[in-house]
């Protein structure tokens, strides 16, 4: 990198650190949550499925609005859009260490927050680009990826650590305190002025938010158990299928489009954003189907939680370096199948293992090797997908490329979640019918009480709402939550197994198709 007069100008490695702190405090924010389910719940007198459905929002906001945010970005400047990225992570930060209320974090946090996420990723793209040069981009792009594979592989447990012996409110406080020290180095960033096509597609705009968010909040709705289900993945699938018609046609008549449908006309780059979505699917329901687990049926707290999930995260991380570094000999479709089928392997065998496990250890073997699966992806897929796309080209399918890994991190948390949560109501009938305990009055009453009030309830929780109750009564209640809840997690699993073998499916396919060439542009894209 050269100044005006052919000098090389220094790397700024103060702006590097200051990029690479947004991006740990983007990744780990999700982390948090996950390992302090259940201390939310009790802080804010609040139930499972509603924390759980926050988190999934938080991630179909972010993917609902990543391609309008990278847009927005070019129409007002991508500093002033990181600015705004960053503001409003801090809302959502600041709002969980004051929240007394699930709507509190519900606006806030999921909301604010994801709109923010949607606005920082593509301006970060664009800022590394406009901001550093040559070498010295790459080394911002590795240290800006490092430091997201760390926050991935370390968050449980600094997440866990936190919430145990301070609070889950002082972790989130710390994520504030990190914004603001980014947000006081923003002198340091060069604005890059974008010199495209400054035309707004709307129509698309509000088709991708439709399209997707209906999917999304239909199946949270489902979870709550109440609120027209089929009405809004309806109109979600309606949204998709004309955002799509929507593009080809507006693209025929040379008008500006959202998206350039004609990304799609590379197969590769419809192979690889497909394995995005699947893999993301796939960790998004293992990340909260695992947690919950840990926190409500072997009633764990969250630093047990954190060490207890370690094993996924960490050899996830030690293997996307691994393989990111020693890919060469082997070919990526090759790798991204290996990728799939060891994350399957690992979820299957964790079947048997829940209703048995009364200690996290039992699944260490399982969650390293499921790991070692989703990390050979994590090296593979990014490069994958947008090593066929011109240079020119690669922000806008790194955007799409994101979106999917959002789409399918939201997915996955709100259909496990909603898988979860439906097998236990099922279940808590079916057992309360065939109880020889309970009269057919009292079956009735307790599959009803049930369903409402022991969602994912610990006994330890479950015993203190029973207190009064004839003993033989509570201890049929008490059998029949202590067995219901594994399966439910059992159940729930398919999910990601699912996403998996799907994953398997689409490899192969991979693997019928030419290599995609090496990408100096894709190696150096933010993505998925």
């Known amino acids: 990198m050269t100044g005006d007069q052919g000098v090389p100008t220094p790397f700024n490695g103060?702006?590097?650190?200051?990029?690479?702190?947004?991006?740990?405090?983007?990744?780990?924010?999700?982390?948090?949550?996950?390992?302090?389910?259940?201390?939310?719940?009790?802080?804010?007198?609040?139930?499972?499925?509603?924390?759980?459905?926050?988190?999934?929002?938080?991630?179909?906001?972010?993917?609902?609005?990543?391609?309008?945010?990278?847009?927005?970005?070019?129409?007002?400047?991508?500093?002033?859009?990181?600015?705004?990225?960053?503001?409003?992570?801090?809302?959502?930060?600041?709002?969980?260490?004051?929240?007394?209320?699930?709507?509190?974090?519900?606006?806030?946090?999921?909301?604010?927050?994801?709109?923010?996420?949607?606005?920082?990723?593509?301006?970060?793209?664009?800022?590394?680009?406009?901001?550093?040069?040559?070498?010295?981009q790459k080394r911002v792009y590795a240290l800006v990826g490092a430091s997201a594979a760390i926050a991935a592989a370390v968050g449980p447990l600094l997440g866990g650590f936190i919430t145990t012996f301070l609070s889950w409110r002082v972790g989130f406080a710390l994520e504030a305190v990190i914004i603001a020290v980014v947000l006081l180095g923003i002198g340091l960033v060069k604005d890059v002025p974008y010199t495209g096509d400054r035309s707004i597609d709307l129509v698309g705009a509000l088709l991708s938010v439709i399209g997707m968010g209906g999917v999304v909040l239909g199946i949270l709705v489902w979870q709550e158990g109440e609120g027209p289900v089929l009405?809004?993945?309806?109109?979600?699938?309606?949204?998709?299928?004309?955002?799509?018609?929507?593009?080809?046609?507006?693209?025929?008549?040379?008008?500006p489009t959202l998206l350039d449908p004609a990304l799609f006309e590379s197969k590769l780059f419809r192979y690889g954003a497909r394995g995005q979505l699947l893999q993301q699917i796939a960790l998004g329901g293992t990340m909260i189907v695992l947690p919950i687990y840990l926190q409500m049926v072997l009633e764990y707290n969250a630093l047990e939680a954190g060490l207890s999930i370690a094993p996924l995260s960490l050899s996830m991380f030690a293997v996307a370096i691994l393989a990111g570094r020693r890919s060469g000999k082997r070919r990526p479709a090759t790798l991204i199948l290996i990728g799939f089928t060891l994350a399957v392997i690992g979820l299957v065998v964790l079947l048997p293992i829940v209703p048995r496990a009364d200690s996290g250890w039992w699944l260490t073997l399982p969650l390293i090797v499921t790991g070692a699966g989703l990390g050979l992806l994590v090296s593979q897929l990014n490069n994958y997908t947008l090593s066929p796309i011109s240079d020119e080209r690669v922000s806008e399918a790194a955007g799409v490329n994101s979106a999917a890994g959002s789409f399918g991190l939201s997915f996955g948390l709100a259909f496990a979640g909603a898988i979860m949560l439906a097998t236990l109501a099922f279940t808590f009938t079916a057992q309360s019918d065939a109880s020889t305990v309970f009269s057919d009055?009292?079956?009735?009453?307790?599959?009803?009480?049930?369903?409402?009030?022991a969602q994912l309830m610990s006994n330890t929780t479950l015993e203190e709402l029973l207190v009064g109750q004839p003993e033989d009564v509570q201890d049929e209640i008490i059998r029949i939550n202590t067995e219901a809840r594994p399966f439910a997690l059992q159940v729930a699993l398919l999910v990601p197994i699912i996403a998996g073998l799907l994953g398997v499916l689409n490899a192969l396919r991979m693997r019928r198709a030419p290599d995609p060439k090496p990408s100096s542009a894709a190696e150096g894209v933010l993505g998925g």
């Open 14 to 136: 103060k702006l590097a650190i200051l990029l690479a702190m947004a991006m740990f405090v983007l990744v780990v924010d999700t982390s948090l949550m996950n390992v302090s389910i259940s201390a939310v719940v009790k802080d804010l007198d609040t139930t499972v499925s509603g924390v759980q459905g926050a988190i999934a929002l938080e991630a179909l906001v972010s993917a609902a609005f990543i391609l309008i945010g990278g847009k927005t970005g070019d129409l007002i400047g991508r500093k002033l859009a990181y600015i705004l990225g960053l503001l409003g992570y801090a809302v959502g930060a600041i709002a969980m260490v004051f929240a007394q209320d699930l709507n509190a974090i519900i606006i806030f946090w999921a909301v604010i927050g994801g709109i923010g996420a949607s606005l920082l990723l593509p301006s970060m793209q664009s800022l590394i680009h406009g901001n550093f040069e040559g070498e010295h």
């Open 231 to 255: 009405a809004l993945i309806a109109v979600g699938v309606v949204g998709l299928v004309s955002l799509v018609w929507w593009l080809v046609s507006r693209k025929r008549r040379g008008k």
């Open 441 to 453: 009055q009292e079956k009735s009453q307790v599959a009803a009480g049930l369903e409402e009030n």
